[in-house]
């Protein structure tokens, strides 16, 4: 028996208020339903410390769902930091909205815990990834635009490959994708499913896919190269975590499937060959994106059901020639 005709219209109309109150708090909004990042504690570039080749000096705290904080996992690989910074892994706690140490760290059972140690306001949220310095007691940096920068400056263990990913005859064309990046792409895909109104969804959706398109034509005038020039980047850094989630929580959960990756097939290969840079694949984990994405995100996913996604394998794989014609 289908349910009453009125029975329904207020279970929407009850339903859209509860998803309103609930988007409140999970994703901030102008006026106009467009999805704002609140603003982090721990913000500004330290300087480099004097112990910072110190081993175990310090500490990054990341967790395996956040894009934020594989960017700077990426970093920590890439350059080789493991002899002087500690990897520490937090696992979200989705009942009460925090993240949660395995064991207890420094006296803190919560990320929560030691932001508020650190100096953060109570009302502050507490996210990843988070620099800890072990000689000073306190985090130092968690904005990640800021804490990949201070990474790339970090002394590198010995017998490390020098590698820096702010090439000096790059910068420009760095600081150009990282900027182009942040707002239309990595914070992008946010915008695209805590919009609030269709016209904010469909200005995110488009700048998402114009922005996407624009790599793939800069890197298909270069073939084998990177993404602003001949040298790996931060600006390769900072795309990789928002593409490698497209396929496996992106678009089915935010809304970002007009576009196919493989129809950007310059993109595609790119995101294959960053996937095969030593240690890269060790920081990628699809199970725990889906399971805490689609378990976490309450108001995009009522129903709490994981939706299983395409193997990693084949997301990272060589496109057949003829997907290039």
Known sequence: ????????????????????QLMNGLGPADAGGHYRRPTGAFAALPPLPGDADGPGSHVLIVGRSCPWAH??????????????????????????????????????????????????????????????SRSQNRILVSESAR??????????????????????????????WREQLQHKVNDGVYRCGFARSQSAYDQAEAEL???????????????????????LSLADVVLFPTLIRLEQVYGPLFGCSRVPLWQLPALWQWRARFHG???VQDTCWPEAWRRDYFGALFPLNPGGLVRAGPP??????????????
């Open 1 to 20: 028996m289908a349910p009453p005709p009125a029975l329904v219209r207020s279970a929407r109309c009850l339903w859209h208020w509860q998803w309103l």
């Open 209 to 231: 896919f114009d922005t996407l398109q624009q790599a793939d034509t800069t890197l298909a005038t270069r073939p084998g190269s990177w993404l602003s020039g001949e040298k």
């Open 277 to 279: 840079l030593d240690g």
């Open 312 to 325: 990693l394998a084949t997301l990272v794989q060589e496109l057949p020639a003829c997907a290039d014609e």
């Open 71 to 132: 960017r700077a996992w990426l970093v920590w690989c890439l350059r080789q930091l493991q002899s002087s910074i500690e990897l520490v892994v937090v696992e979200p706690d989705p009942q009460a909205g925090r993240w949660r140490f395995s064991v207890p760290f420094d006296g803190c059972d919560t990320l929560a815990a030691l932001y508020r140690r650190s100096g953060a306001a109570a009302a502050v949220r507490a996210t990843v990834p988070a620099l800890y």
């Open 147 to 176: 804490l990949i920068e201070l990474l790339n400056r970090w002394p590198q263990s010995p017998g490390a490959a020098p590698l820096d990913l702010e090439p000096p005859g790059q910068a420009a064309a760095t600081a150009h």
